[in-house]
Every structure is written in structure tokens, then in C-alpha cells.
């Protein structure tokens, strides 16, 4: 069973940063890719970062390129998203998870383990 528990979501003013956090319980974490999306209200959930199981390959959207950075820790078994520049359209719900093979790609099918969730609010 995996487990993915996202933390670091909270207020910040536009211009700021934060740092989002997705720790995976289970086996295997390191063999596997891993991704960042989001969910505006009355919106698509839309993908934001993907990494490959070594941390060698990332791919961004482009909404988000220059602003934000994934990364992994595979002894932690953790990945991250640090998130400089916010604006106000970054607002989201942001979703851990984790990919069917060793890449971050861009589809939501593409992945089979996700997180709950954590809010990011950026005001203007």
C-alpha cells in the first residue's frame, strides 16, 4: 500500500515562495516517477511537475517554467516542489503523485497513487 502525504500549502503574498512537500510511505518509491498537479475552483486539475525516478529528467508546465523546481530525496523518500514567484492564478489545490513507471509525465492516467492534497492561496 502507498501512502502520499502532502504538507508546506498555506497563504502567501504574490511575489513569495513556498515549498510543498510529498512524503511516500510503501516500497519502491525510488523506482518510480513522481508529479506535481493542481485544482483551481471550477477548474480541470491540471499538470504542474513531473520528475523521473532519479531526479535526472523534470518536466514542467509551462505556466510554471522559471518559477518552480521538483526535486527528490529517494533516501527520504520524499519530493518536492519549491515554488518561487507566486502569483494569484497559482491558487490550488496541489496533488502528490505517484507515476506507473519511472517517469514524471504530464497525463493524470499516467499516475496511480495520489495524495489528499494541500491548499496554496496567493493573494494579490
Request: with cysteine.
Amino acid at each position: 500500500q502507498v501512502q502520499l502525504v502532502e504538507s508546506g500549502g498555506g497563504l502567501v503574498q504574490a511575489g513569495g515562495s513556498l515549498r510543498l512537500s510529498c512524503a511516500a510511505s510503501g516500497r519502491s518509491f525510488s523506482t518510480y516517477g513522481m508529479g506535481w498537479f493542481r485544482q483551481a475552483p471550477g477548474k480541470e486539475r491540471e499538470f504542474v511537475a513531473g520528475i523521473s525516478w532519479s531526479g535526472g529528467t523534470t518536466d514542467y508546465a509551462d505556466s510554471v517554467k522559471g518559477r518552480f523546481t521538483i526535486s527528490r530525496d529517494n533516501a527520504k523518500k520524499t519530493v518536492y516542489l519549491q515554488m518561487n514567484s507566486l502569483k494569484p492564478e497559482d491558487t490550488a489545490v496541489y496533488y502528490c503523485a505517484r507515476g506507473r513507471s519511472r517517469w514524471g509525465r504530464k497525463g493524470e492516467y499516467e499516475y496511480d497513487y495520489w495524495g489528499q492534497g494541500t491548499q496554496v492561496t496567493v493573494s494579490s
